[in-house]
């Protein structure tokens, strides 16, 4: 059975907002939350609300058919606007499967949230200008990723300046060996990186518990990384412990790891049943938890969030959902042989035998060239 809240060991956990909607002091990282003024926490409240509608979109999506699978966020919300926020334009996201919080909080919308669950794209956004890779469903090997660009970061501009790499995945991941190699790596060479492990208490049917004897943050820093535990349902909190652990990265001073913890409300993914594994009670305990609520509470009890205000973060959340349906709907089918495209930077001649493979096999199901204008000798007319 995994720990309920009450049996959570807190006190190392850094929270500046607690379930009731009450601010805390923090020393630490007080200088850092005073830079959300009532505005800015005011949207991340929209965010958070719209983010929560697109995630239920998702999963109507794929109950529908339109989608093959989705992995819901639900109860992640604060974990992961969060640390978008405190994120500098230039810092690079290397992101999990679950992750549709962060990349809508680095300005990616609509069908570029689902297109790679219908199975249309390979990538639903352009990378380098959204500053976050396609989000990786290897388990963990997104971390090897951000630690080679952030290597290669560091050497271009030297430990003084560089832009930072934050790379997110489960608790489950912790006990991967690319997490562990990253983690190495990235230590040895004070590398600007930030570890952001989402402890959602689950990783599918295995209970945090199992997965590890002690914190998950011990991980971190058995490797002589900074390590730091965060209430992950309190998006001030996350900002504040993520911007200072971007703040170390800026300047040279290493890695972090931040350990938010938190819950997946909801199943894995569409394809899971979480009622075989845990129970109503521990879930209806995690629910007086809910990130979207406390934050509402500290504003209505400031006076920022009245019911106009609400309305319009209800309007534009189902304004965002309606534009997330109808767009992936309207996604058209990829050319089959398109494939075949962008595996390498350019040409290789092994893509080349595949594609005309592929051609001459679909060639099989038709007369003439296929669709995408190969003919059986994988030769576009024009070639031809």
Same mark, same amino acid.
Request: net charge negative.
């Given at each position: 059975?995994?720990?309920?809240?009450?049996?959570?060991?807190?006190?190392?956990?850094?929270?500046?907002?607690?379930?009731?909607?009450? $601010?805390?002091?923090?020393?630490?990282?007080?200088?850092?939350?005073?830079?959300?003024?009532?505005?800015?926490?005011?949207?991340?409240?929209?965010?958070?609300?719209?983010?929560?509608?697109?995630?239920?979109?998702?999963?109507?999506?794929?109950?529908?058919?339109?989608?093959?699978?989705?992995?819901?966020?639900?109860?992640?919300?604060?974990?992961?606007?969060?640390?978008? @926020?405190?994120?500098?334009?230039?810092?690079?996201?290397?992101?999990?499967?679950?992750?549709?919080?962060?990349?809508?909080?680095?300005?990616?919308?609509?069908?570029?949230?689902?297109?790679?669950?219908?199975?249309?794209?390979?990538?639903?956004?352009?990378?380098?200008?959204?500053?976050?890779?396609?989000?990786?469903?290897?388990?963990?090997?997104?971390?090897?990723?951000?630690?080679?660009?952030?290597?290669?970061?560091?050497?271009?501009?030297?430990?003084?300046?560089?832009?930072?790499?934050?790379?997110?995945?489960?608790? +489950?991941?912790?006990?991967?060996?690319?997490?562990?190699?990253?983690?190495?790596?990235? *230590?040895?060479?004070?590398?600007?990186?930030?570890?952001?492990?989402?402890?959602?208490?689950?990783?599918?049917?295995?209970?945090?518990?199992?997965?590890?004897?002690?914190?998950?943050?011990?991980?971190?820093?058995?490797?002589?990384?900074?390590?730091? $535990?965060?209430?992950?349902?309190?998006?001030?909190?996350?900002?504040?412990?993520?911007?200072?652990?971007? &703040?170390?990265?800026?300047?040279?001073?290493?890695?972090?790891?931040?350990?938010?913890?938190?819950?997946?409300? +909801?199943?894995?993914?569409?394809?899971?049943?979480?009622?075989?594994? @845990?129970?109503?009670?521990?879930?209806?305990?995690?629910?007086?938890?809910?990130?979207? &609520?406390?934050?509402?509470?500290?504003?209505?009890?400031?006076?920022?969030?009245?019911?106009?205000? &609400?309305?319009?973060? *209800?309007?534009?959340?189902?304004?965002?959902?309606?534009?997330?349906?109808?767009?992936?709907?309207?996604?058209?089918?990829?050319?089959?042989?398109?494939?075949?495209?962008?595996?390498?930077?350019?040409?290789?001649?092994?893509?080349?035998?595949? $594609?005309?493979?592929?051609?001459?096999?679909?060639?099989?199901?038709?007369?003439?060239?296929?669709?995408? +204008?190969?003919?059986?000798?994988?030769?576009?007319?024009?070639?031809?």
């Amino acid at each position: 059975m995994a720990r309920k809240p009450a049996e959570l060991d807190e006190s190392d956990i850094v929270q500046l907002l607690d379930p009731t909607g009450e $601010r805390h002091a923090s020393a630490e990282y007080d200088a850092y939350a005073a830079e959300l003024g009532a505005e800015d926490l005011l949207a991340v409240y929209r965010d958070m609300v719209v983010v929560r509608r697109i995630d239920a979109e998702g999963t109507a999506l794929q109950r529908q058919g339109e989608l093959g699978l989705w992995p819901p966020l639900q109860g992640q919300e604060a974990t992961q606007l969060g640390a978008a @926020r405190a994120l500098a334009p230039a810092d690079f996201v290397f992101g999990t499967y679950r992750d549709h919080g962060i990349a809508y909080g680095r300005g990616i919308r609509g069908a570029a949230l689902t297109r790679v669950w219908r199975g249309s794209v390979g990538t639903g956004w352009d990378p380098h200008e959204a500053r976050m890779a396609s989000l990786q469903v290897i388990i963990g090997a997104q971390t090897l990723h951000a630690v080679g660009w952030a290597l290669g970061e560091t050497i271009e501009k030297g430990e003084g300046a560089p832009d930072a790499a934050l790379t997110s995945f489960g608790d +489950g991941a912790t006990s991967e060996g690319d997490v562990s190699e990253a983690m190495v790596f990235a *230590a040895s060479f004070r590398l600007p990186v930030v570890f952001l492990c989402e402890n959602n208490q689950w990783a599918i049917s295995e209970p945090v518990t199992l997965q590890a004897p002690g914190e998950i943050a011990d991980r971190g820093r058995g490797y002589g990384i900074p390590s730091v $535990r965060v209430d992950g349902n309190d998006v001030i909190a996350v900002y504040a412990v993520v911007r200072r652990a971007l &703040e170390r990265a800026h300047a040279g001073e290493g890695p972090t790891f931040v350990e938010a913890v938190t819950y997946r409300m +909801g199943p894995h993914t569409t394809a899971d049943d979480p009622t075989r594994y @845990r129970t109503p009670d521990e879930v209806a305990a995690w629910a007086e938890r809910d990130p979207i &609520e406390r934050l509402a509470r500290l504003l209505q009890a400031e006076g920022v969030l009245d019911a106009a205000a &609400e309305a319009e973060v *209800a309007a534009a959340a189902d304004a965002e959902g309606a534009v997330l349906r109808r767009d992936t709907i309207a996604t058209p089918d990829p050319a089959p042989l398109s494939v075949f495209d962008h595996v390498y930077a350019g040409p290789h001649p092994a893509i080349d035998r595949e $594609r005309a493979d592929y051609a001459r096999y679909l060639d099989g199901f038709a007369d003439g060239p296929t669709p995408d +204008g190969f003919t059986p000798d994988g030769l576009t007319e024009e070639e031809r």
